[in-house]
């Protein structure tokens, strides 16, 4: 079955960039999206169509694509920034799918 | 603006059932592909169904097949899921989302324990 593989956990200093990668075979065909949860809060999409951010999601959120692989990019980071990510897509069948997230720790 | 306000969860028994609802406002309901995705205690995001706009067509996760159900009522703005033969994995918390292929608007969650 299809399934997106994401790093269980990545750091980043203060102000420096990190990027969140996400890998699956259905990336090569549909676009992914990006949610970020905090602890105890629903998912928060943060970008959309590979690469579109929703109103009100800050600029140095961004996304991109290449073969079989989807990144959720973070310029310059910030301590609220500190989360949990999860990408998401969908399958030839229709069937949705989310990686197993990635927890963001701002150092 | 948009809210989805989730509820009917609770404990219970494995082997037992429990339904769902996800009241929805703020937005043209009947326009709005739905989901359920759940997450269980300390876990990741699982998408569980999705349900089109119009019913037509509708998905599930191979873990809830032929268990679960969902529904929806546009003149009522709500979402459903009627979850039967539960097991101890189902316990999560659940929450609905509006969108398909992206999910932009989600409520706060309802949780179900299933559990002797």
């Known amino acids: 079955s299809s399934e997106l593989t994401q790093d269980p956990a990545v750091s980043v200093a203060l102000g420096q960039t990190v990027r969140i990668t996400c890998q699956g075979d259905?990336?090569?065909?549909?676009?992914a999206s990006w949610y970020q949860q905090k602890p105890g809060q629903a998912p928060v999409l943060v970008i959309y169509?590979?690469?579109n951010r929703p109103s009100g999601i800050p600029d140095r959120f961004s996304g991109s694509s290449s073969g079989n692989a989807a990144s959720l990019t973070i310029t310059g980071a910030q301590a609220e920034d500190e989360a949990d990510y999860y990408c998401h897509s969908r399958d030839s069948s229709g069937n949705l799918l989310f990686g197993g997230g990635t927890k963001l720790t701002v150092l | 603006e948009v809210q989805l306000v989730e509820s009917g969860g609770g404990l219970v028994k494995p082997g037992g059932s429990l339904r769902l609802s996800c009241a929805a406002s703020g937005f043209t309901f009947s326009s709005y592909s739905m989901n359920w995705v759940r997450q269980a205690p300390g876990k990741g995001l699982e998408w569980v169904s999705t349900i089109s706009s119009s019913s037509i067509y509708i998905y599930y996760a191979d873990s809830v097949k032929g268990r679960f159900t969902i529904s929806r009522d546009n003149a009522k703005n709500s979402l459903y899921l009627q979850m039967n033969s539960l097991r101890a994995e189902d316990t999560a918390v659940y929450y609905c989302?509006?969108?398909?292929?992206?999910?932009?608007?989600w409520g706060q969650g309802t949780l179900v324990t299933v559990s002797s």
């Open positions: 169509d590979k690469k």
């Open positions: 259905s990336l090569r065909s549909y676009y």
């Open positions: 989302a509006r969108g398909w292929e992206e999910m932009n608007y």
